[in-house]
T-cell receptor, first 117, second 115 residues
Framework: KAGVTQTPRYLIKTRGQQVTLSCSPI?????VSWYQQTPGQGLQFLFE???????NKGNFPGRFSGRQFSNSRSEMNVSTLELGDSALYLC????????????????FGPGTRLTVL | DQQVKQNSPSLSVQEGRISILNCDYT??????FLWYKKYPAEGPTFLIS?????DKNEDGRFTVFLNKSAKHLSLHIVPSQPGDSAVYFC??????????????FGKGTTLSVSS
């Protein structure tokens, strides 16, 4: 089975611009979650999409948004970029089940490294 | 306020010895805990998990211990190998959470295993 793919792998933008990142989950997985990883904060949950609906959201400003398509692929958009948005953005896919063991079935992609100048 | 803390940013161990990585949490609602390993330029990989109904879970060279009263868990790697050198993240969530949605991660511990 192919793993989680994220495109692009690297991105350089300037302040004020917007960016769209893409994530293709493992075939058959219906849930896609997005995380931001920074050296100071570790991994922080952004939001999760399941069957094209946002199922949960972390504590990030409205500049961060996402969507999921009918084939479970997901995109994340950041508008009006700030220097502090420079980070590794990770997406993770899972079958979408509930319960503790469902966490075990979450697989991460390699991430998109975003640099904001 | 950090709900999951990994107080040691780095750990160096010799090959063949035991590596012990520690994690503390503050939220009593957490009752499912996981460890992830991350190599540079790759996403985190699930390593091992433990539910609060257990105090120990083993998988090969990896054992996770949970002390609920102390809100502390640890990951033991025995014997350590150079290929174990990576960043290790501790994560916690409620049992009834949805995959990925309620996990809170620590900031990670970089393990270096020298031969």
């Amino acid at each position: 089975k192919a793993g989680v793919t994220q495109t692009p792998r690297y991105l350089i933008k300037t302040r004020g611009q917007q960016v769209t990142l893409s994530c293709s989950p493992i075939s058959g997985h219906r849930s896609v979650s997005w995380y931001q990883q920074t050296p100071g904060q570790g991994l922080q949950f952004l939001f999760e999409y399941f069957s094209e609906t946002q199922r949960n959201k972390g504590n990030f400003p409205g500049r961060f948004s996402g969507r999921q398509f009918s084939n479970s692929r997901s995109e994340m958009n950041v508008s009006t970029l700030e220097l502090g948005d420079s980070a590794l953005y990770l997406c993770a896919s899972s079958p979408g089940g509930l319960g503790g063991s469902a966490y075990n079935e979450q697989f991460f992609g390699p991430g998109t490294r975003l640099t904001v100048l | 306020d950090q709900q999951v803390k990994q107080n040691s940013p780095s750990l160096s161990v010799q090959e063949g010895r035991i590596s012990i990585l520690n994690c503390d949490y503050t939220n009593s609602m957490f009752d499912y805990f996981l460890w992830y390993k991350k190599y540079p330029a790759e996403g985190p990989t699930f390593l091992i998990s433990i539910s609060s109904i257990k105090d120990k879970n083993e998988d090969g060279r990896f054992t996770v211990f949970l002390n609920k009263s102390a809100k502390h868990l640890s990951l033991h790697i025995v014997p350590s190998q150079p290929g174990d050198s990576a960043v290790y993240f501790c994560a916690a969530g409620p049992t009834l959470g949805q995959a990925g949605t309620a996990l809170i991660f620590g900031k990670g511990t970089t393990l270096s295993v020298s031969s």
